[in-house]
């Protein structure tokens, strides 16, 4: 079931939301302010395929609330939904991150529609980079779940479950930190620079900050290293990026 | 974005102001020094030089009187957007709904409810936005008659009681003595709903206002509202009674309107030859507004 969370402090609208967003389907949670929003979606890995996001909140507003996303690294698709139709400020909600823009009053049939479109783009990329075959889309919206997993040491990664298995533990991965993990490991041995993990993991051709990426490596790290101060298989190559090795003892 | 960018121009204006009154006054000393004998150019000079410094000056102190009328104003048409489409796209949204799905007597109850509160606060703002028109314009005459004041508080008691469902504990009143005013019942009563609507508002969750009126001097009678809610800092008690003005921060954001309110009151004391402040110890210790108007005998 597809979890959706709407930030609205407009209770009406936002029962409204929740009524129609429930019956079609959906598991919804609301939030009234910017800053709870924030604290639901930078946990470590929040349960929320979908955001919807008003702007004129109390205390943090939305533009605020989804550029702070995006920079944390936390790509859930959202749609902006607010009274806001000014050209600046459509403009200015797509600069901080948001994938789509809706102004009130909206048509219901339009806003579900958007919804649904943001997840199936959503679920288009999951399938995309679980397919290692790179075999053309299919045409059809489920996720194609080749079971593929990696294995080094006493870890495994399986990418179709979004899990790493440290021994007999479990940890779930969120799906930015699996496709990060599978692009390291594709180049197993070799050096990735940050620029080309933009491009090859987020899709993103220009000059985002990098930090992202680091805070997804300190991530990872805390998962598969022993010590994620004395990385072994998550390296870093300076003035370059990072390296995945598989078996430290060989490498060395 | 907009803000950030018209306070760097304020700042720009300002020092460009600075700058070239501080160059024509180095100019003219050293001027003066080198040419002390030309009495009766020297004369016109500074003449001249007075005013073409207070010119500058003058078109300062307006271009940045000017930026911040702007700012305020794009505060007041964002705030009129939220205020007049948000309602509009709730009771759309219940419409759509009921139309188009399976809803049952409850949730249809309580859709019918939602839609009935979301067009009250419609009207509400598109009475404030009318009344403000008409309490602006000097032309606007008054209809004036007779008008018992303890009366009209009772009556926005009791509407503000149901409005924003609060016990009469809570939304207390201490009537005075009865007094009568001469005004105009309607723009009264828009006044001193305001100010309990306001009181309510900004009082947080925990709603404790007191409403009194008193006679002072036995010339005035005064309405005084006081909340034990979130207060105004000192320096904000002038400004809060302007058109489109809000107090900037976090602290207003919390609380939705137009910025109309208070600039109401004040108009309809104005218009009827009395006046109306605020009090306050600071954020977070309360507030108290006093409407006071002239008595007739």
């Given at each position: 079931?597809?979890?959706?969370?709407?930030?609205?402090?407009?209770?009406?609208?936002?029962?409204?939301?929740?009524?129609?967003?429930?019956?079609?389907?959906?598991?919804?949670?609301?939030?009234?302010?910017?800053?709870?929003?924030?604290?639901?979606?930078?946990?470590?890995?929040?349960?929320?395929?979908?955001?919807?996001l008003?702007?004129?909140?109390?205390?943090?507003?939305?533009?605020?609330?989804?550029?702070?996303?995006?920079?944390?690294?936390?790509?859930?698709p959202?749609?902006?939904l607010t009274?806001?139709?000014?050209?600046?400020?459509?403009?200015?909600?797509?600069?901080?991150?948001?994938?789509?823009?809706?102004?009130?009053?909206?048509?219901?049939?339009?806003?579900?529609?958007?919804?649904?479109?943001?997840?199936?783009?959503?679920?288009?990329?999951?399938?995309a980079?679980?397919?290692?075959?790179?075999?053309?889309?299919?045409?059809?919206?489920?996720?194609?779940?080749?079971?593929?997993?990696?294995?080094?040491?006493?870890?495994?990664?399986?990418?179709?479950?979004?899990?790493?298995?440290?021994?007999?533990?479990?940890?779930?991965?969120?799906?930015?930190?699996?496709?990060?993990?599978?692009?390291?490991?594709?180049?197993?041995?070799?050096?990735?620079?940050?620029?080309?993990?933009?491009?090859?993991?987020?899709?993103?051709?220009?000059?985002?900050?990098?930090?992202?990426?680091?805070?997804?490596?300190?991530?990872?790290?805390?998962?598969?290293?022993?010590d994620?101060?004395?990385?072994?298989?998550?390296?870093?190559?300076?003035?370059?990026?990072?390296?995945?090795?598989?078996?430290?003892?060989?490498?060395? | 974005?907009v803000?950030?960018?018209?306070?760097?121009?304020?700042a720009f204006?300002?020092?460009?102001?600075?700058?070239?009154?501080?160059?024509?006054?180095?100019?003219?000393?050293?001027?003066?020094?080198?040419?002390?004998?030309?009495?009766?150019?020297?004369?016109?000079?500074?003449?001249?030089?007075?005013?073409?410094?207070?010119?500058?000056?003058?078109?300062?102190?307006?271009?940045?009187?000017?930026?911040?009328?702007?700012?305020q104003?794009?505060?007041?048409?964002?705030?009129?957007?939220?205020?007049?489409?948000?309602?509009?796209?709730?009771?759309?949204?219940?419409?759509?709904?009921?139309?188009?799905?399976?809803?049952?007597?409850?949730?249809?109850?309580?859709?019918?409810?939602?839609m009935?509160?979301?067009?009250?606060?419609?009207?509400?703002?598109?009475?404030?936005?009318?009344?403000?028109?008409?309490?602006?314009?000097?032309?606007?005459?008054?209809?004036?008659?007779?008008?018992?004041?303890?009366?009209?508080?009772?009556?926005?008691?009791?509407?503000?009681?149901?409005?924003?469902?609060?016990?009469?504990?809570?939304?207390?009143?201490?009537?005075?003595?009865?007094?009568?005013?001469?005004?105009?019942?309607?723009?009264?009563?828009?006044?001193?709903?305001?100010?309990?609507?306001?009181?309510?508002?900004?009082?947080?969750?925990?709603?404790?206002?007191?409403?009194?009126?008193?006679?002072?001097?036995?010339?005035?009678?005064?309405?005084?509202?006081?909340?034990?809610?979130?207060?105004?800092?000192?320096?904000?008690?002038?400004?809060?009674?302007?058109?489109?003005?809000?107090?900037?921060?976090?602290?207003?954001?919390?609380?939705?309107?137009?910025?109309?309110?208070?600039?109401?009151?004040?108009?309809?004391?104005?218009?009827?030859?009395?006046?109306?402040?605020?009090?306050s110890?600071?954020?977070?210790?309360?507030?108290?507004?006093?409407?006071?108007?002239?008595?007739?005998?």
């Open positions: 079931m597809n979890r959706v969370l709407i930030v609205e402090d407009e209770r009406h609208l936002a029962d409204g939301l929740r009524f129609n967003l429930e019956a079609e389907g959906y598991q919804v949670g609301v939030v009234e302010t910017g800053e709870a929003a924030l604290e639901l979606l930078l946990a470590e890995s929040p349960a929320i395929d979908v955001v919807i008003d702007v004129m909140l109390p205390g943090k507003d939305g533009f605020t609330v989804m550029s702070e996303m995006r920079h944390a690294g936390n790509f859930i959202t749609l902006m009274a806001r139709g000014h050209p600046d400020d459509v403009l200015k909600g797509f600069e901080a991150g948001a994938d789509d823009y809706l102004t009130k009053p909206f048509e219901l049939d339009i806003l579900i529609a958007r919804i649904r479109g943001l997840l199936r783009r959503r679920e288009w990329l999951y399938a980079m679980n397919n290692t075959n790179n075999a053309p889309a299919s045409h059809t919206t489920a996720p194609v779940e080749p079971k593929d997993a990696f294995t080094f040491g006493d870890k495994s990664v399986h990418f179709d479950l979004l899990e790493l298995r440290v021994g007999g533990q479990k940890f779930p991965l969120t799906l930015m930190e699996a496709n990060v993990l599978r692009y390291l490991i594709q180049h197993e041995g070799k050096p990735v620079s940050r620029k080309m993990m933009l491009e090859q993991v987020w899709g993103l051709h220009e000059d985002t900050d990098t930090r992202a990426i680091d805070n997804f490596i300190v991530r990872l790290r805390r998962y598969i290293e022993d994620p101060t004395r990385p072994r298989h998550l390296l870093t190559v300076r003035g370059v990026g990072y390296r995945f090795v598989a078996s430290p003892a060989q490498a060395s | 974005m803000v950030a960018g018209r306070r760097k121009s304020i204006f300002i020092a460009l102001g600075a700058g070239l009154i501080s160059v024509i006054i180095l100019l003219y000393v050293g001027w003066v020094l080198l040419n002390w004998r030309s009495g009766i150019l020297l004369f016109l000079g500074v003449m001249l030089l007075a005013t073409i410094i207070s010119g500058v000056i003058l078109n300062t102190i307006f271009l940045v009187r000017e930026i911040r009328r702007n700012e104003h794009d505060a007041f048409i964002n705030a009129v957007t939220h205020e007049l489409k948000t309602p509009v796209a709730s009771i759309r949204l219940f419409l759509e709904t009921l139309q188009t799905r399976a809803v049952d007597e409850t949730k249809r109850k309580e859709f019918y409810h939602a009935l509160d979301e067009s009250d606060r419609l009207l509400a703002s598109i009475e404030q936005i009318l009344r403000t028109g008409r309490v602006g314009a000097a032309a606007h005459k008054l209809n004036l008659s007779p008008i018992n004041l303890g009366v009209v508080v009772e009556e926005c008691l009791t509407r503000a009681r149901t409005l924003h469902h609060v016990s009469p504990e809570s939304l207390a009143y201490h009537p005075g003595p009865s007094a009568t005013i001469m005004g105009d019942l309607d723009e009264v009563r828009a006044a001193v709903a305001n100010l309990i609507d306001n009181a309510v508002k900004y009082s947080g969750g925990d709603v404790k206002v007191t409403v009194e009126t008193a006679q002072v001097d036995g010339k005035y009678v005064a309405l005084r509202v006081s909340d034990h809610g979130v207060g105004i800092p000192k320096t904000e008690l002038k400004h809060i009674f302007k058109r489109f003005y809000r107090v900037p921060g976090q602290f207003a954001t919390r609380v939705k309107g137009i910025g109309l309110g208070l600039y109401i009151v004040r108009s309809v004391a104005k218009r009827h030859g009395g006046r109306a402040w605020a009090e110890e600071g954020p977070g210790r309360g507030s108290t507004f006093v409407l006071q108007l002239p008595i007739v005998k």
